[in-house]
């Protein structure tokens, strides 16, 4: 059987947290983990959200184009996940 695991797409307005990466990625990429330790096909996707009101407000903010804000920060989040090791097979973006 194959499984398809995803983990709750983080907003890029601000820096993800302990919290945000408990709550949103570790649980999925533990399962992940788990399930390919069993030999079973599995693939893990996550990526930032970058639509919504918090990000238009933060680029107001600090006087920058959304763009800008979601490019920055799209980064920062994959390096911290990477930082803490957690794997996915596919991160992408909702732009």
């Known amino acids: 059987m194959k499984k398809l ?3 709750a797409l983080p907003y890029v307005n601000n820096l993800p947290h302990l919290g945000n990466i408990v709550g949103c990625v570790l649980s999925a990429d533990v399962y992940t983990r788990f399930c390919k330790k069993r030999g079973q096909k599995a693939i893990h996707i996550c990526g930032t959200d970058e639509y919504g009101t ?9 006087n920058l184009h959304p763009k800008e804000i979601v ?3 799209s980064v920062i989040h994959k390096n911290i996940y990477d930082w ?3 794997h996915f ?3 992408g973006r909702t732009t």
């Not at 918090?54 to 600090?62: C, D, K, N, Y």
């Open 54 to 62: 918090a990000t238009e407000m933060t680029a107001i903010e600090q």
């Open 5 to 7: 695991i995803t983990s």
């Open 84 to 86: 803490f090791e957690i």
């Open 89 to 91: 097979d596919h991160f």
């Open 71 to 73: 490019d920055k920060n």
